[in-house]
């Protein structure tokens, strides 16, 4: 068995190497081979077959048509043990293609290991003037049991998955205008693996009647939290006899960003340059992650980065842990194919491996970045991998990209810098030629 689930490994292996430089049907063959596509899933990653207008005029209001974003696949991620195939949304240059470098330096010497915390989402229900604190808070105690079997009324089909709600938490804070105290009540919940929100949403405004006729206090708004601290997932990637420099240098980035701010803001930008691909690529809530784990790296009052790499010895090690609250079901991700068939390509049916992929991705996503900036500097590879963009705005055919690409790469390295105008010279220059 260990043997079969060793050659499946090596076969996977070799199908991604030099994927990046296949031709995008060469590719989706070999995906086939990797994430056992079917036709069906090829047709809705080619274009031939996408999201149907008659669903998309469901998703959102007044349709008009649609803003594609390229789909790529990240290469050479082994997590946990498993080869992976990462699909990534995103339409930033060098993105899919560091995550691919860094993931094969992990792979040779080192791993990546993932775990997952917890698994309750949050929802508020306020009472934002009470006159009464003392007893509103007794009477809700007192009434825990209670409130808990009503609010698991209203959403049976998480129960019968095993879900629900576990606990209610009371919370006392003075109100910000000075004008007295508000009490608000966190509902913790298990959604299995939706992401949660509608039907928190649900049972706190199922309840609120139910709170007012108990405490004779008034209710303010039932909602969600996207601060939710109590579902993290962490990962920890692990590189093995890595050269001082290099290692001190990486870890000097992460001094600098528990230092400042302003340096922390960037530095989990380039996380969520791994994180927020991946979310938009199987239907999730990108924007409800992205406020919860910024509000979590402020939780000390001051912005902290949301991952921690050390020289240990010889090795270097990064961590990394925040909230994660994502599904596999319901949503945009049962209803849009693409998503479907990311998760798929993923081979992941439960939230909390979705999870773990993706706070793996965005620590190794920030590991290309701090050995860039440790190194050559972020500009030199990401202007190359940019020299495409510019041929393209510089007006080159089809045709005539991969030669601009030539060409500009070399512009890059002798001048080192390159523009749109630079580009109009070089591609009037190579037409001149007659290429």
Same mark, same amino acid.
């Given at each position: 068995m260990n043997q079969d689930k060793q050659n499946s490994s090596e076969i996977k292996r070799s199908l991604m190497e030099g994927f990046h430089l296949l031709t995008p049907r060469q590719r989706l063959d070999r995906m086939r081979a990797i994430s056992g596509l079917d036709d069906e899933d090829v047709a809705i990653l080619s274009g031939d077959s996408a999201l149907p207008t008659s669903v998309a005029e469901h998703l959102i209001e007044n349709v008009v048509?649609?803003?594609q974003i390229p789909?790529?696949?990240?290469?050479?991620f082994n997590i946990d043990g498993k080869d992976l195939l990462i699909p990534m949304a995103v339409e930033e240059t060098s993105i899919i293609a560091a995550a691919s470098a860094s993931a094969k330096w992990i792979r040779k010497d080192g791993s990546i290991r993932t775990y997952s915390k917890g698994s309750l989402i949050i929802g508020q229900i306020?009472?934002?003037s009470v006159q009464n604190v003392v007893r509103a808070r007794q009477l809700l105690h007192e009434s825990r049991d209670v409130l808990i079997e009503q609010g698991n009324l209203c959403i049976p089909g998480i129960v019968a998955r095993g879900g629900g709600i576990r606990d209610l938490a009371i919370r006392e804070l003075p109100r910000a205008d000075g004008q007295g105290t508000m009490l608000v009540i966190h509902v913790l919940a298990?959604?299995?693996d939706a992401m949660g929100a509608n039907l928190i949403n649900q049972v706190c405004e199922f309840l609120k009647p139910v709170i007012e006729d108990l405490t004779s206090e008034k209710v303010g708004m039932c909602i969600l939290s996207n601060l939710v601290d109590g579902k993290l997932a962490g990962a920890e990637v692990v590189i093995r006899n890595v050269e001082e420099k290099l290692g001190r240098g990486? %870890? %000097?980035a992460t001094h600098f960003a528990k230092s400042d701010p302003y340096r922390a803001a960037t530095h989990n930008k380039g996380v969520m340059n791994g994180i927020d691909p991946i979310l938009i690529a199987t239907g999730n809530d990108w924007r409800a992650v992205e406020s919860g784990i910024h509000s979590f790296a402020s939780r000390t009052g001051r912005l902290q980065p949301i991952t921690d790499w050390r020289l240990e010895g010889r090795d270097l090690v990064g961590r990394i842990e925040v909230p994660m609250a994502v599904g596999t079901v319901g949503g945009v991700t049962k209803l849009h194919p693409t998503a479907r068939v990311a998760l798929k390509m993923l081979g992941v049916s439960r939230a909390e491996d979705?999870?773990?992929?993706?706070?793996?991705?965005?620590l190794v996503q920030n590991l290309a970045a701090l050995k860039a900036l440790s190194?050559?500097?972020i500009v030199k590879g990401h202007m190359q991998l940019h020299a495409a963009n510019l041929a393209i705005a510089a007006g080159a055919t089809v045709h005539e990209i991969p030669e601009m690409r030539t060409r500009l790469s070399a512009v890059l390295k002798n001048e080192k810098t390159i523009n749109l105008t630079r580009a109009r010279q070089v591609l009037h220059d190579l037409r001149q030629e007659g290429f």
């Open positions: 048509g649609y803003f789909l790529g696949v990240a290469t050479n306020q009472l934002p298990d959604p299995c990486i %870890e %000097e979705l999870a773990r992929v993706c706070v793996a991705v965005g190194t050559v500097g």
